[in-house]
């Protein structure tokens, strides 16, 4: 299986720590989280990925090669304008167009089996993509995920506190196949300006595509501001999750 990675953001909500490289190189336990998600995908069986820079794309590319160092076979597509998730992967549209891929962000740390788990559920059940999921108390900092029958019903982006009738958060780590991407090209801007992914899985749903959670029970971290970071570090001081040396 191969998998694609969005790594072309410089991630603003880092301040001064992403000045000079993009926001997947910033450091956890000693390796860039992009390195820990291409090595984690690696020994999960990801044969090639498809890496998608634009911010500093020369620090990425200096850094990991042709991927030989975490196992996968690393192609880099160039996002041109940074106008959001939704459009992101579009320039490896190609490179994925043979079967069933990943599509995971730079900054989103799980454990190889997460992503063997995935795959092997994948191919279990007809399924058109596969939704990775985690329980919180409220999910009103994330996209609540709404379940029924076994399907994605909804998602709603940034519930309001306390409103949400449903557990589960979009984790944003998913396999789908190339059908996606008919969907990308449907995009619209949001009230945010940009194209955005879930977006583009809301007209899947609506389609009657068949949309399928999968209940993330391994280690997960979102990586998005100077807190998670501080907290990825500690998991890494307590050898919790990441990946480590072979």
């Known amino acids: ?41 690696g020994r999960a069986g990801v044969s090639d990925a498809a890496v998608i820079v634009g911010y500093r794309a020369d620090v990425i590319r200096d850094y990991f090669g042709d991927g030989a160092e975490v196992g996968v076979r690393v192609s880099y597509f160039t996002q041109e304008t940074q106008d959001g998730t939704g459009r992101a992967a579009d320039p490896a549209r190609d490179f994925l167009r043979d079967g069933p891929f990943f599509f995971t962000f730079g900054d989103i740390l799980t454990e190889p089996e997460a992503y063997r788990q995935m795959a092997e559920a994948f191919e279990r059940e007809e399924t058109d993509l596969l939704l990775a999921v985690r329980t919180v108390d409220d999910p009103y900092k994330g996209a609540a995920v709404y379940v029924r029958d076994g399907l994605v019903e909804r998602l709603v982006e940034k519930p309001p506190q306390g409103t949400s009738t ?32 879930p977006d583009a899985i809301r007209m899947m749903i609506a389609d009657g595509l068949a949309v399928r959670p999968f209940e993330l029970a391994d280690y997960w971290r979102d990586v998005g501001t100077p807190e998670d970071l501080e907290a990825a570090g500690e998991d890494a001081q307590q050898k919790r999750g990441l990946v480590g040396e072979e």
């Open 1 to 41: 299986m191969k998998a694609v990675v969005l790594a072309a953001g410089k991630g603003t909500r880092m301040k001064e720590i992403t000045n000079s490289i993009p926001k997947p190189m910033v450091e956890v336990g000693g390796r860039p989280m992009l390195w820990q998600v291409l090595t984690a995908l």
């Open 166 to 197: 449903t557990n589960y958060i979009n984790a944003g780590i998913f396999v789908t196949r190339p059908v996606l991407f008919d969907y990308t090209a449907r995009l619209e801007l949001s009230e945010r300006g940009e194209y955005e992914i």
